[in-house]
């Protein structure tokens, strides 16, 4: 139980998962280690007897190695070799793309289609036409007495 080590035994056991996790990915390990990896990961042989004690650790089948306890109390390996993770992402990564690219085709034929459903935009020379044909109805008085002026007739309001 990792509650009856020191702290100092349990950082290493943090270590030592952690290495151990990093070590399976290449096939060649075979999730042990030895007292020169315990000692490069800042740890010694008694800290190594109190995890080993504690049931954190256990002895491999080669004398002076020790492997990480997997428990479902304690912490799980991933489970899968480097190659078949690598694989195993690749396909998961190619999946996304796919759903992706799907997603967004079907947001770009949405959009198109919309756009085709839509009214069609009035131009800068619709708008100015428009515009004009506004203002002469709105004032047809002073659209009167310019004509009247031009023509020099007079305007009865």
């Excluded at 035994?9 to 290495?19: F, I």
């Excluded at 997997?70 to 993770?85: C, N, P, W």
């Excluded at 839509?118 to 109805?137: F, H, V």
Aim: contains cysteine; proline residues 4%; charged residues 25%.
């Amino acid at each position: 139980m990792p509650g009856t080590v020191s702290n100092a035994a349990l950082g290493l056991w943090v270590r030592l998962c952690v290495h151990t996790a990093y070590q399976l990915r290449f096939p060649a390990f075979d999730g042990a280690f030895d007292l020169t990896v315990v000692r490069s990961l800042k740890g010694n042989a008694r800290q190594v007897t109190e995890l080993e004690a504690a049931g954190m650790l256990e002895p491999a089948l080669a004398a002076g190695r020790w492997m990480v306890v997997e428990a479902d109390t304690l912490m799980k390996f991933g489970g899968t070799s480097g190659s078949e993770l690598k694989e195993k992402r690749a396909k998961a990564g190619h999946a996304g793309g796919v759903a992706s690219g799907e997603a967004r085709r079907s947001k770009t034929k949405q959009l198109l289609q919309a756009n085709r459903e839509a009214k069609p935009k009035q131009t800068m020379k619709q708008k100015t036409k428009q515009t004009m044909k506004q203002n002469r109805s709105k004032r047809p008085k002073q659209n009167e007495a310019i004509a009247s002026k031009q023509t020099k007739q007079p305007v009865l309001t």
